[in-house]
């Protein structure tokens, strides 16, 4: 069950990561915008899309290109609780995992995330390419009351909200991004220099590309190719060159594990419209645990 938008981490360009219904009163620090080139399509999109760069700390704003596109890259998981932030880390005791409430799982048992550091800023690896890094392991689905918890033992991945200026701070807001074909980003395993790496790269089906949005079921957000496949097929090559991603609205839907519950349940269509952010997670199975390293960078708007 995808659960990403439970719990979820805002991350501030100032340090404060936090999930959704926590609270941060960590203000955000005032930064250059990134620079970006101007848009010289007839039609206000430039057909190469509106890139959308990261500063030194993950904060990304669109001034120039007029998506209004504003917030920050961030990491997220089952294991991290609301409050998590430079003053309080992770705050796993209140994880979906973790909490009483919900899991009740020891730490051992949730999903794990090496890099970045849930609750910190979330540099670049790259800046040139504003290059967003992570690795980690997402857990193994354990049963909690005779039944595989898929509700608190969800996975982890990195995120970038389109429209949350203020982090947690603020609130974390919809966007209207359907003057937009899509989006675009570059896909890449982690480099087996860097740090935490595991030597993993980006999982093959175990991962998917989510748009949470307003009005769509539940917590279960739709993803690209979700109407018809249990994951995105994010596929990096093994050469360490990039797989380019360019996903459509059109090809955002699902989530399709809800059409194989019984009885199966119709998920509402995606409406870019409402579109709120997009996450990439690495979800968990009842066979084993998924160990992840990979890199997203060149993330764009696709003009239509």
Avoid at 63 to 88: F, H, K, Q, R
Avoid at 271 to 296: N, R
Wanted: aromatic share 8%.
């Amino acid at each position: 069950m995808n659960r990403t938008t439970r719990g979820l981490l805002r991350g501030l360009a100032g340090g404060c990561l936090v999930m959704t219904g926590g609270a941060c009163t960590i203000p955000l620090p005032i930064e250059e915008p990134p620079q970006q080139p101007p848009n010289s399509h007839d039609a206000g999109v430039p057909v190469e899309g509106i890139p959308l760069p990261s500063t030194a700390t993950g904060f990304v704003q669109d001034l120039i290109g007029g998506s209004n596109v504003v917030g920050s890259w961030y990491a997220y998981g089952d294991g991290v609780g609301p409050n998590a932030g430079p003053n309080t880390g992770s705050d796993a005791a209140n994880s979906d995992c973790q909490s009483a409430s919900k899991g009740g799982f020891p730490a051992s048992a949730c999903s794990q995330i090496a890099t970045p550091t849930p609750g910190a800023t979330f540099p670049p690896f790259d800046v040139a390419t504003s290059e967003q890094c992570t690795s980690g392991i997402a857990a193994q689905v354990i049963s909690k009351a005779g039944s595989p918890d898929y509700a608190d033992l969800w996975g982890s991945g990195i995120a970038l909200d389109f429209n949350n200026p203020a982090g947690d701070a603020g609130v974390k807001s919809d966007l209207d991004l359907s003057r937009y074909k899509g989006i675009y980003f570059d896909l890449t395993i982690y480099p087996a220099s860097a740090p935490m790496s595991n030597g993993a790269g980006a999982p093959p089906s175990a991962m998917r590309v989510n748009f949470p949005f307003t009005g769509e079921h539940g917590t279960d957000s739709p993803y690209w190719q979700g109407a018809t496949k249990a994951a995105s097929m994010l596929i990096p090559p093994a050469d360490g060159s990039a797989q380019h991603v360019e996903i459509d609205w059109s090809d955002v839907g699902g989530p399709f594990y809800l059409s194989q519950q019984s009885p199966p349940v119709s998920a509402p269509p995606f409406d870019p419209t409402h579109v709120q952010s997009i996450q990439l997670q690495v979800f968990t199975s009842t066979t084993a645990t998924t160990p992840y390293a990979f890199c997203v960078a060149n993330l764009a708007l696709v003009g239509k």
